[in-house]
């Protein structure tokens, strides 16, 4: 249940880093490498059960 509601928090990280937006266009890789880095945290906390 809970590595569901991590995903699904997760997808809607990734879209919303996507610089779409005039204003967010000169974030650069930013939002992105935050977005990544919980990626890899969720991905070996889901790895070694901790989750």
């Known amino acids: ?3 569901t509601i991590l995903l699904v ?3 809607l990280m990734l879209i919303g ?5 005039p204003y967010s266009r ?3 890789y930013a ?3 935050f977005v ?3 990626l890899i945290v969720l ?3 889901l790895s ?3 989750i």
């Open 36 to 38: 990544v880095v919980l």
């Open 17 to 21: 880093a996507v610089p779409a937006w």
């Open 48 to 50: 070694t059960g901790h």
């Open 1 to 3: 249940m809970l590595g």
């Open 43 to 45: 991905v070996l906390a």
């Open 9 to 11: 928090l997760l997808i």
């Open 31 to 33: 939002p992105g490498g």
């Open 26 to 28: 000169n974030w650069g």
